[in-house]
T-cell receptor, first 117, second 113 residues
Framework: AQKVTQAQTEISVVEKEDVTLDCVYETRDTTYYLFWYKQPPSGELVFLIRRNSFDEQNEISGRYSWNFQKSTSSFNFTITASQVVDSAVYFCALSKNYGGATNKLIFGTGTLLAVQP | SAVISQKPSRDICQRGTSLTIQCQVDSQVTMMFWYRQQPGQSLTLIATANQGSEATYESGFVIDKFPISRPNLTFSTLTVSNMSPEDSSIYLC??????????FGPGTRLTVT
């Protein structure tokens, strides 16, 4: 069975601090996809990143970076120099690899990040 | 990316009634999904809607309660039938815009009184 665990329910930081959101997953599949989404107070889910299980390279996009380690089944997300606009719920998700494509997503329980000014 | 709209954005409904939620995409997509997010909770998949075939429901969700239509490659509807307060949730439409990317609509906030 597939499962995604986000052990951090809530994190509070002060603006400009760095923060890491943890994601641990379980799957018996050898190939799969991992995702991060942001859900601001407005409720819409914003796609942040997709990672193929074949690709263990870390990725950086501006203040965001992701660390994927298959050995520990983790896909952690770091925000550098956090800003108030980063305040949101962040979801990690897992999808099977269906012939190279994604399918339904299994979501973690989410981490509420509050960035204080 | 795909631009997804949902109608209505929110509604307050009475117990025992039904509500149909519409999902419109600005491009043709093969796979559409309907998720439910109960207050303060994560997202749970209700069903996968493919054009030209019956929707595939996840465990715990049945067609009589959540009938889905997918008449073409840009549109789908989800009906929440015979509603109870436990159905109060955000309902989100999602599409697989390419082989890899999945995007979500803005959601429909449903409150059942």
């Amino acid at each position: 069975a597939q499962k995604v665990t986000q052990a951090q329910t809530e994190i509070s930081v002060v603006e400009k601090e760095d923060v890491t959101l943890d994601c641990v997953y379980e799957t018996r599949d050898t190939t799969y996809y991992l995702f991060w989404y942001k859900q601001p107070p407005s409720g819409e889910l914003v796609f942040l990143i997709r990672r193929n299980s074949f690709d263990e390279q870390n990725e950086i996009s501006g203040r965001y970076s992701w660390n994927f380690q298959k050995s520990t089944s983790s896909f952690n997300f770091t925000i550098t120099a956090s800003q108030v606009v980063d305040s949101a719920v962040y979801f990690c998700a897992l999808s099977k690899n269906y012939g190279g494509a994604t399918n339904k997503l299994i979501f973690g329980t989410g981490t509420l990040l509050a960035v204080q000014p | 990316s795909a631009v997804i709209s949902q109608k209505p954005s929110r509604d307050i409904c009475q117990r025992g009634t039904s509500l149909t939620i519409q999902c419109q995409v600005d491009s043709q997509v093969t796979m559409m999904f309907w998720y439910r997010q109960q207050p303060g909770q994560s997202l749970t998949l209700i069903a996968t809607a493919n054009q030209g075939s019956e929707a595939t429901y996840e465990s715990g969700f049945v067609i009589d309660k959540f009938p889905i239509s997918r008449p073409n490659l840009t549109f789908s509807t989800l009906t929440v039938s015979n509603m109870s307060p436990e159905d109060s949730s955000i309902y989100l439409c999602s599409v697989r815009a390419s082989s890899y990317e999945q995007y979500f609509g803005p959601g429909t906030r449903l409150t059942v009184t």
